[in-house]
């Protein structure tokens, strides 16, 4: 009796100790489900729809009118000037984002005490509204502000300019602060990289007299490529949806020096209550990251095989 | 290990990114140090100079806010929104995520897989409809519909994050709680749910920050209505005192202290967020 008490699954039938829950009617699964399906596919498919219509959020139907918005898109020189400004800035951003990250990721993956300290240190930015954060910037980039009163005070008076008034420098100025911003998150992005990859091959790597440097190329970056892809594929995302921050530092300005796709879905669409053709950047919006998103499904696919 | 050891040279390396991360941040020094000078300090000083009289007041005046409307109201609308969208995401993400998880079978992978499809599709081109709808319904400018659209909007973020988890948990624990006759239900909410615990954090914690700092939907909705938020209103208030920096940037610290704290108390379920909800 007393083994019994002590012991109790000893004379319990082995039947009965794999008793399962009968599993989980698919019925809970329905509000999550109606509510992303709506948001996410629903209102996209009415989106593309929209795209090909005359709409304008009053009349009460809307008329098909084909190719038109995309037809008024390619003519209307502003709209032009957004495109290729989104794809200039994008393909800059990304470039120098994902170079700061990495670099910030190497030098602080190991070794340093700081480390810690400092990740979290490059990261905060990322938390905070990219709104607030462009007005940060929009003040240093002040004529009178600080960014040119330093320039001033080392002796670079005629580097200083209105950066945010000048249409060839205000794009840069956007990317500047975007990569600020966000530098930090491409950072943890290779740190999850690179701490997937095991110190005993970069010490058996430096153990055979591979320098630093030899090191970093041979060994750790092809090890990092699904991070980079990973990397790379949000943040050309976040180029193509750049919006907060151009808001923030020139609204599109000066004159239309720094519209971008999302700028223009906005004037167009909701200022100037011009649905359809708003629906018309979304779209073109939409299959720019539809091409990444896809591309970067292949790639990492195409490894993972590979390996 | 010998060879990654601590030199000279490695000392060097950590004060210079020491440095660089203070050249990092200069642009906060700006936001607080301008933040503390009065409306002439501004003007007449050097840039970088502190303050000589800290004008605590700039404080006040931005709390009161606009003409329109008061910071202290804005920030109980941004509040509401974020909070109710966070508990939503949390309760029907972890639902969702546990009966899918369940669910191996060719109906429930194809449920899944809906849900990652929905990371991927640009929301972008469903702003419009979105719009259109909730106004014919009257729910453009109310906090019912912002919570529903940021519920729907992030809940394949939540499903996905919740899901991965799930897989991971052994069925046991569910088994056990039958056996001794709980419900299914009351297996979930008090057996499951309790375990689910680290995912939730991250969960709330990253939609808490997207939501919060999220633009785009708040001024396309919200602008110019009771129910404003608080990154709406600074966008308002910028417009109303184009260029009074001070009060602005004092604007800017209160509206981002609620998430700075965010960032120094879960900083490791943020970072796991950002960069796990991604990797799809």
Known sequence: VIEYELNPSRDIPRRRRRVRMPGVPLLWAVPGFVLAVLVHFVAVGAGAWYAFTDWNGISASANWVGLDNFREILESEVARGALWHTLELTAVYVILVNAAGLFLALALNRTLRSRNFLRALFFAPVVLSSLATAYVWRYLFEFNGPLNQFLGAVGLESWQRPWLGDPSFALWAVVVVFVWQYAGLAMCFYLAGLQSIPEEVDEAAAIDGASLWLRVRAVTVPLLAPAMTISIAYTTIQGFRIFDTVVGLTNGGPGSATETLTTQLFNQGFAASRFGYGAAFALVLALLISIVSITQIMLLRAREARV | ?280
């Open chain 2, 1 to 280: 290990m010998g060879l990654f050891r601590y030199t000279t040279k490695t000392y060097a390396r950590e004060l210079l990114m020491l440095a660089l991360a203070a050249v990092w941040w200069i642009p906060f020094y700006f936001l607080v140090v301008v933040s503390l000078k009065s409306d002439q300090e501004v003007f007449t000083e050097s840039a970088s100079a502190l303050p000589r009289d800290v004008a605590w007041d700039n404080y006040s005046s931005a709390w009161e806010g606009s003409s329109t409307m008061s910071l202290a109201t804005a920030m109980k609308n941004s509040l509401i929104i974020t909070g109710g969208s966070v508990l939503a995401l949390v309760a029907i993400g972890s639902i969702t995520a546990y009966t899918l998880a369940r669910h191996r079978g060719r109906l429930g992978t194809a449920l899944y897989l809906t849900f990652v499809l929905g990371l991927i599709v640009p929301f972008q081109l469903g702003l419009i409809p979105t719009y259109v709808v909730l106004r014919h319904l009257h729910l453009s400018t109310s906090y019912l519909g912002m919570i529903l659209l940021y519920t729907g909007l992030l809940m394949p973020l939540a499903v996905f994050l919740f899901t991965g988890f799930v897989r991971t948990l052994p069925r046991d624990y569910e088994d056990a709680a039958y056996i001794d006759g709980a419900s299914r239900m009351l297996t979930f909410t008090r057996v499951v749910f309790p375990l689910l615990r680290p995912i939730s954090a991250t969960v709330a914690v990253l939609s808490s920050v997207l939501i919060w700092n999220d633009f785009f939907l708040q001024l396309v909705f919200l602008s110019g209505s009771p129910q404003q938020t608080v990154v709406v209103s600074i966008y308002s208030f910028v417009g109303e005192y184009a260029s009074n920096w001070n009060l602005i940037f004092a604007t800017v610290i209160l509206s981002i202290t609620p998430i700075l704290f965010f960032y120094v108390f879960a900083q490791r379920q943020l970072i796991r967020g950002f960069t796990g909800g991604i990797k799809t």
